[in-house]
Each structure stands twice: as structure tokens, then as C-alpha cells.
């Protein structure tokens, strides 16, 4: 209950003749705590969202994919970032509308009380009883109406000021001008009734398909979200990878954006509202402030609507895409199926040359025969997986310039999941003989360029991950020197949540004493690298839990580096967790094999 006129002060306000400003000013405290309430719900869901993003870009790449990301980060980062903020904003110009009007009662009572006590000084010395008229003309009366009308337009003023300078900035500007962003437009496939195939259009249309770019991007107006199918208009290049799975599980995301914006969002907004509404008709200072306030929450309620209007229009949009690139691929696969089957001397559909086509290539993902470079199908039968290229800056991140050996991440999403488990293995094999073959430290307190990343780790644990079709080898880490300040790799900050909590338990008795090694092993960098992928800032994964989903069909594999005669380790051996990573995998979901 905010500031009332007490009863005994009723007959002086009369008396004055202004009207008391009959408003709660609960209400506006009962509206700023809805908006902000408003405003978390926004940033919650902006969380989700980029967790299921960072999944989305571990595991698929090309122009759809970074369109996708450019887009859903603006969204996110920008116009979605502005809502929640603005809710803030005008959260706390009410709560201080609300100070100002409890501020501007208390001094008009104040006021009230002084003339009240003269007009009781006035009855007592008068030989009768004095009517209104004669009350009226006591010199304080007149004194005290034009205090307490300055007192009154100036709290108006005050209140007004404090939610005008919210509408007025940069934020809810912002919002009002986010239209253009906001557009979503899905090009035809573009794949037509063709008879024949070219195999080698084919296979250039399988690395350039569904290309998608963010509308303005190149030479056009606008910042919205164009999703061109296969065969759409505009070069591409680059590699493309195309997880349908996990297409349609972030499109499914996003449509749970837009409802969690819709559901959670408006009822906090409905509730803002319902208080704003028992503000309304509550004398001149609640309409000096309702004015302003009302557009406000206009804005707000707009760029609201739009906006999970957007998401799910960017999910359907996503579906969409997602269809066209099934039939794409369905059409490249079949006509591929028909080169295969083909007769050595048949000409190909197209009319070009016949033959066998089956010589050694350039080889690269997929291609190439038995003198390819890592294709899919090397001499031998075994497949092998392809080198990233460029490789990705966050393999070794965590490691940074600490001593530790690494080979190249190896994209195996073309491969089966037993076939990418193979390379996983052989991966953490090969890592395990290139540590221990490499050079001996030349006592360098700062390595050359090409040292980074290729140095001895003996004896020591050489580990491989495996997660969304990519597999990534790493050594432990250790001190270069003594003295290094680099003691510790640089971990995301929730698997140092999980360490410290691990080291916690240890301290205190509840599990096994860890060793030296405890934060430095493998698996730390492996997976610590991978979260850094997935979360750069260090501001979507925030919990365990979260790590887990975005962690989600994790597998790592160890083996020993050199002989440890006395505890019976033989190089190259299978190295089941430590006592220090076997409570740290099951807390992020990544199971040992």
C-alpha cells in the first residue's frame, strides 16, 4: 500500500482545494517487477538459444550455416538483448516514478499537517465554531495550496522526466527501428525437372548447395535472413557439411524460442498491464505519467509481437531449407548412384566422355581414389578422416603456449559411427608415437612458432575426442619452465567449475585423492576446447547441465605415452581415466571407450 491521506487531514486538503493524487504507487513498483521479470524470461531464452546454436555450428558448415549464425546472434545479441533491456530500463524509470509520487505525498502531507495545526489554533481562539469561509481566509491556507500545486507539478515533472528518458534513448529507439532485420525469405530450390546429371555440376553443386547469406550482406538493404535452396542464385565455394539431424533439432529450437517468448514474455507483460491499468484515471500526476508510460509499454509490446513473430518465422524458414536440402541431396545421391552403375564405355547422361573414372585424384573429403590426400576411401579399404581446413583456432586454446602435442582436428562426419570411433582410436594412437618421438625440450622459456603444439610429453596421456562428426587428439599439458606463469590450462569456465568442485570433494574426504596432474590431463584440453568452440565468450554454457546438452554424444579415448615399468603402463596401451577424470567425464556427459 503506497502513501494515503490520513483521515484527519481530508477536511484541510477541502479546505485548499486540490485535488490529492489518488494513485498507488505500488503499482508502478508491482509493474517494474513484472518487467523485470519480463526482461530474464527474454534472457533466458536468449541463453537457450545460443546453446542450441553453438551445437548447431560444431556440427554443420558452409554460407547456410554462417548466415544462420550472423543472423541468430544479431537476433540474440542485438534486437532480443535491446527487449530485455528495455523491460529493465523501464523498470527502473517506474520504480523511480514511484519514489518520486511517495516522495511528493509525504511533503504534501507534511504541508497538510502545518496548515491543519494553525486551522486548530484558529478554532481555539475563536468564540465560535469558524465555517469553511472564514477558515478559508486564514493566511495559511492560501500559502499552503500554492505549495502543495508546486509540490504536485513538480513530482508530474519529475516522474514524467524519469520514464521520458528511458523512451527517449538509444534502447527502445532501437527497438522501434528493428523492421528491417526482421525478414525472412526462402528461394526456391531451384532444381527443376532435370533428366540427366553432370556429374562434375553434381558434385560442384554438392559443396555449394543451400547456399544462404544474410540479406544486406552483399551490395542489398536490410539485415534479414535469406534462405536460398540448391541451385539458387549466386556462387558459393567453401566446404559445405549438412547434419539433417541437427538442422532440424535447432529449427525446433527456435520454434521453442518463439513460444517460450510468447508464454513466459507475455505473461509477464500482461501482468505490467494490469497493474498500469489500476494507475489509470488516479487525478493529474498518474496522467502525466500514464501518457508517457503507455508509450512505452507500446513499444515494448510491439517489438515483443515482432519479434516471436520472427522466430517463428525463421524456424519455418529453416524447415524449409532444411526439405530443400533433402531433395538436393537426394537428387546428387541418386545421380551419383547412376555414374556408379553405370557401364565403363556408357556415355553419362550429359554426353560427356565415358571411361573409367576410378584413377587416383586430389583427394579431399569424399573424393579422390587411391592417391587422394585423406579422402574417403584410401588404398587398403580403411577409412580415414579428412583434415580440416584451416583448422580451427579453438583446437589447442586451452593449452595455449603450455607444453603439449597435438594433431590436426579430422572431419569424419562422413564416416559411420563405428568408422569415426576407429579414427578416434588410431587417432589417439598416433598421438601417443608423435609425442614420444618428438624432439626433447631445448630448455626455450618461449617456443618457436612451429614448437607450439608439437613437443615431447613423456612420459604422459595422449587422448582423442569424438563429438558432431569431428575428431580432435591432444597430450596432457604442463609447465614449460620453472617459473612459467602458465601453470594451468585456460579452461572454460564451467569445466573449472566442475574441476574445482571435483578438487573440493577430494580435499574434503568424499572421494579419492586426485594426483598432480589433476586439471592438466587430456581429456581437460579436449573437452575444454571443445566448449570454447561451442561458447566463446564463456556466456551460454553456464552450468554442468548445460555442457552436458551441448556435450550430447561425447566419446574420448586414451592411450600412455612411454613405459611406466612400476605401475605396468606400456606405451601405446589403452589408459582408462584418472581418479581425477573419471568424476569430471560423467559430470559433463562424455563417456570414456
Given at each position: 500500500?503506497?502513501v494515503?491521506?490520513?483521515?484527519?487531514?481530508?477536511?484541510?486538503?477541502d479546505?485548499?482545494?486540490?485535488?490529492?493524487?489518488?494513485?498507488?504507487?505500488?503499482?508502478?513498483?508491482e509493474?517494474?517487477?513484472?518487467?523485470r521479470?519480463?526482461?530474464?524470461?527474454v534472457?533466458?531464452?536468449?541463453?537457450?538459444?545460443?546453446?542450441?546454436?553453438?551445437?548447431?555450428?560444431?556440427?554443420?558448415?558452409?554460407?547456410?550455416?554462417?548466415?544462420?549464425?550472423g543472423?541468430?546472434r544479431?537476433?540474440?545479441?542485438?534486437?532480443?538483448?535491446?527487449?530485455?533491456?528495455?523491460?529493465?530500463?523501464?523498470?527502473?524509470?517506474?520504480?523511480?516514478?514511484?519514489?518520486v509520487?511517495?516522495?511528493?505525498?509525504?511533503?504534501?502531507?507534511?504541508?497538510?499537517?502545518?496548515?491543519?495545526?494553525?486551522?486548530?489554533?484558529?478554532?481555539?481562539?475563536?468564540?465560535?465554531?469558524?465555517?469553511?469561509?472564514?477558515?478559508?481566509?486564514?493566511?495559511?491556507?492560501?500559502?499552503?495550496r500554492?505549495?502543495?500545486?508546486?509540490?504536485?507539478?513538480?513530482?508530474?515533472?519529475?516522474?514524467?522526466?524519469?520514464?521520458m528518458?528511458?523512451?527517449t534513448?538509444p534502447?527502445?529507439?532501437?527497438?522501434?527501428?528493428?523492421?528491417?532485420?526482421?525478414?525472412?525469405?526462402?528461394?526456391?530450390?531451384?532444381?527443376?525437372?532435370?533428366?540427366?546429371?553432370?556429374?562434375?555440376?553434381?558434385?560442384?553443386?554438392?559443396?555449394?548447395?543451400?547456399?544462404?547469406?544474410?540479406?544486406?550482406?552483399?551490395?542489398?538493404?536490410?539485415?534479414?535472413?535469406?534462405?536460398?535452396?540448391a541451385?539458387?542464385?549466386?556462387?558459393?565455394?567453401?566446404?559445405?557439411?549438412?547434419?539433417?539431424h541437427?538442422?532440424?533439432?535447432?529449427?525446433g529450437?527456435?520454434?521453442?524460442?518463439?513460444?517460450?517468448?510468447?508464454?513466459?514474455?507475455?505473461?509477464?507483460?500482461?501482468?505490467?498491464?494490469?497493474?498500469?491499468?489500476?494507475?489509470?484515471?488516479?487525478?493529474?500526476?498518474a496522467?502525466?505519467?500514464?501518457?508517457?508510460?503507455?508509450?512505452?509499454?507500446?513499444?515494448?509490446?510491439?517489438?515483443?509481437?515482432?519479434?516471436?513473430?520472427?522466430?517463428?518465422?525463421?524456424?519455418?524458414?529453416?524447415?524449409?531449407?532444411?526439405?530443400?536440402?533433402?531433395?538436393?541431396?537426394?537428387?546428387?545421391?541418386?545421380?551419383?548412384?547412376?555414374?556408379?552403375?553405370?557401364?565403363?564405355?556408357?556415355?553419362?547422361?550429359?554426353?560427356?566422355?565415358?571411361?573409367n573414372?576410378?584413377?587416383?585424384?586430389?583427394?579431399?573429403k569424399?573424393?579422390?581414389?587411391?592417391?587422394?590426400?585423406?579422402?574417403?576411401?584410401?588404398?587398403?579399404?580403411?577409412?580415414?578422416?579428412?583434415?580440416?581446413?584451416p583448422?580451427?583456432?579453438?583446437?589447442g586454446?586451452?593449452?595455449?603456449?603450455?607444453?603439449?602435442?597435438?594433431r590436426?582436428?579430422?572431419?569424419v562426419?562422413?564416416?559411420?559411427e563405428?568408422?569415426?570411433?576407429?579414427?578416434?582410436?588410431?587417432?589417439?594412437?598416433?598421438?601417443?608415437?608423435?609425442?614420444?618421438?618428438?624432439?626433447?625440450?631445448?630448455?626455450?622459456?618461449?617456443?618457436?612458432?612451429?614448437?607450439?603444439?608439437?613437443?615431447?610429453?613423456?612420459?604422459?596421456?595422449?587422448?582423442?575426442?569424438?563429438?558432431?562428426?569431428?575428431?580432435?587428439?591432444?597430450?596432457?599439458?604442463?609447465?614449460r619452465?620453472?617459473?612459467?606463469?602458465?601453470?594451468h590450462?585456460?579452461?572454460?569456465?564451467?569445466?573449472?567449475?566442475?574441476l574445482d568442485?571435483?578438487?573440493?570433494?577430494?580435499?574434503?574426504?568424499?572421494?579419492?585423492?586426485?594426483?598432480?596432474g589433476h586439471?592438466?590431463?587430456?581429456?581437460?584440453?579436449?573437452?575444454?576446447?571443445?566448449?570454447?568452440?561451442?561458447?566463446?565468450?564463456?556466456?551460454?554454457?553456464?552450468t554442468?547441465?548445460?555442457?552436458?546438452?551441448?556435450?550430447?554424444?561425447?566419446?574420448?579415448?586414451?592411450?600412455q605415452i612411454?613405459?611406466?615399468?612400476?605401475?605396468?603402463?606400456?606405451?601405446?596401451?589403452?589408459?582408462?581415466?584418472?581418479?581425477?577424470?573419471?568424476?569430471m567425464?560423467?559430470?559433463?556427459?562424455?563417456?570414456?571407450?
Open positions: 500500500m503506497g494515503v491521506l490520513p483521515d484527519k487531514l481530508a477536511f484541510v486538503l479546505l485548499i482545494g486540490v485535488n490529492w493524487p489518488n494513485v498507488d504507487e505500488d503499482d508502478y513498483r509493474m517494474a517487477k513484472s518487467l521479470g519480463f526482461a530474464t524470461d534472457d533466458a531464452g536468449r541463453g537457450d538459444s545460443n546453446v542450441a546454436l553453438n551445437r548447431l555450428i560444431s556440427t554443420n558448415r558452409g554460407e547456410m550455416t554462417q548466415a544462420i549464425e543472423h541468430v544479431k537476433l540474440n545479441g542485438k534486437h532480443l538483448h535491446n527487449l530485455a533491456e528495455a523491460g529493465r530500463l523501464l523498470a527502473g524509470g517506474l520504480d523511480a516514478a514511484a519514489v509520487v511517495a516522495g511528493a505525498k509525504g511533503a504534501a502531507i507534511v504541508q497538510l499537517g502545518i496548515l491543519a495545526a494553525e486551522v486548530a489554533t484558529a478554532q481555539a481562539a475563536a468564540p465560535f465554531t469558524l465555517g469553511l469561509s472564514e477558515l478559508g481566509a486564514l493566511g495559511g491556507v492560501a500559502v499552503t500554492t505549495v502543495v500545486k508546486r509540490i504536485l507539478k513538480g513530482a508530474a515533472e519529475a516522474a514524467v522526466q524519469e520514464v528518458s528511458v523512451v534513448g534502447v527502445f529507439a532501437a527497438l522501434d527501428s528493428m523492421t528491417t532485420d526482421l525478414v525472412v525469405q526462402v528461394v526456391s530450390d531451384g532444381l527443376g525437372a532435370q533428366d540427366g546429371i553432370n556429374l562434375k555440376q553434381t558434385l560442384q553443386a554438392g559443396k555449394d548447395n543451400l547456399k544462404i547469406a544474410s540479406a544486406g550482406t552483399s551490395g542489398g538493404g536490410g539485415g534479414g535472413l535469406v534462405l536460398a535452396g541451385g539458387g542464385s549466386g556462387g558459393g565455394g567453401g566446404d559445405l557439411v549438412f547434419d539433417e541437427e538442422h532440424n533439432t535447432f529449427t529450437k527456435v520454434h521453442e524460442h518463439s513460444k517460450h517468448l510468447d508464454e513466459k514474455g507475455g505473461k509477464h507483460l500482461h501482468a505490467s498491464r494490469h497493474h498500469f491499468g489500476r494507475t489509470r484515471g488516479r487525478g493529474s500526476l496522467k502525466a505519467i500514464e501518457e508517457v508510460t503507455e508509450k512505452a509499454m507500446k513499444s515494448l509490446g510491439d517489438a515483443h509481437g515482432q519479434l516471436k513473430k520472427h522466430l517463428n518465422d525463421v524456424g519455418d524458414g529453416l524447415s524449409e531449407a532444411g526439405k530443400a536440402q533433402k531433395k538436393h541431396d537426394k537428387h546428387v545421391q541418386d545421380g551419383m548412384d547412376g555414374v556408379k552403375n553405370r557401364h565403363p564405355g556408357q556415355k553419362p547422361a550429359d554426353g560427356s566422355g565415358g571411361g573414372s576410378g584413377h587416383s585424384g586430389n583427394g579431399g569424399g573424393g579422390g581414389g587411391s592417391g587422394g590426400s585423406g579422402g574417403g576411401s584410401p588404398a587398403g579399404g580403411n577409412p580415414q578422416g579428412q583434415p580440416m581446413n583448422q580451427p583456432d579453438w583446437h586454446q586451452s593449452a595455449g603456449k603450455m607444453r603439449h602435442h597435438r590436426d582436428a579430422l572431419d562426419a562422413h564416416l559411420d563405428a568408422g569415426q570411433r576407429d579414427v578416434m582410436k588410431r587417432e589417439a594412437r598416433h598421438l601417443a608415437d608423435d609425442s614420444k618421438n618428438a624432439p626433447a625440450p631445448d630448455g626455450r622459456q618461449e617456443p618457436l612458432p612451429e614448437q607450439v603444439g608439437k613437443e615431447r610429453s613423456l612420459p604422459g596421456c595422449a587422448g582423442s575426442l569424438l563429438h558432431n562428426g569431428v575428431v580432435t587428439s591432444h597430450t596432457g599439458t604442463s609447465q619452465y620453472k617459473g612459467d606463469p602458465n601453470k590450462p585456460a579452461v572454460h569456465p564451467v569445466l573449472g567449475q566442475v568442485g571435483i578438487r573440493a570433494d577430494s580435499d574434503a574426504g568424499k572421494i579419492g585423492k586426485v594426483g598432480a586439471g592438466k590431463c587430456a581429456e581437460v584440453a579436449l573437452i575444454s576446447d571443445r566448449l570454447h568452440q561451442m561458447d566463446p565468450t564463456g556466456q551460454s554454457i553456464r554442468a547441465e548445460d555442457a552436458k546438452k551441448a556435450l550430447s554424444g561425447a566419446v574420448v579415448h586414451t592411450r612411454g613405459d611406466v615399468p612400476k605401475i605396468g603402463l606400456v606405451h601405446g596401451q589403452y589408459k582408462p581415466p584418472c581418479r581425477s577424470c573419471e568424476h567425464l560423467p559430470a559433463l556427459g562424455v563417456t570414456p571407450i
